[in-house]
């Protein structure tokens, strides 16, 4: 069974970054579209980025663009979310998941989250 393990959460002030890591150890992500979503506290979970099995085609919900960037480096079987300009609303668990029939549809796996915290 494919596992998603998410790494890189912590503790970071306004206006600061983050590197999300979402990996599967024993398993290749090379035929997945990989998703990352949020869910802070009391609200949705919601979508933030997707990036298809390629790489060549990424998305982006609008709170974030221009801030946060997905990416996949297929050889080290390892999808990353690199956030800057981090704003306390971006406070959430965030989750990867992977999708065997492209971004925007049915999600295979998820991962159990990693906590990000904006505050000064």
């Known amino acids: 069974q494919l596992q998603l393990v998410e790494s890189g959460g912590g503790l970071v002030q306004p206006g600061g970054s983050l590197r999300l890591s979402c990996a599967a150890p024993?398993?290749?992500?090379?035929?997945?579209?990989i998703g990352w979503f949020r869910q802070a506290p009391g609200k949705e979970r919601e979508g933030v980025s997707c990036i298809s099995s390629s790489g060549r085609n990424t998305k982006y919900a609008d709170s974030v663009k221009g801030r946060f960037t997905i990416s996949r480096d297929n050889a080290k079987n390892t999808v990353y979310l690199q956030m800057n300009s981090l704003k306390p609303e971006d406070t959430a668990v965030y989750y990867c998941?992977?999708?065997?029939?492209?971004?925007?549809?049915?999600?295979?796996?998820w991962g159990k989250g990693t906590l990000v915290t904006v505050s000064s």
């Open positions: 998941a992977a999708s065997s029939a492209g971004c925007g549809y049915g999600l295979d796996y």
């Open positions: 024993g398993f290749t992500l090379d035929f997945y579209s």
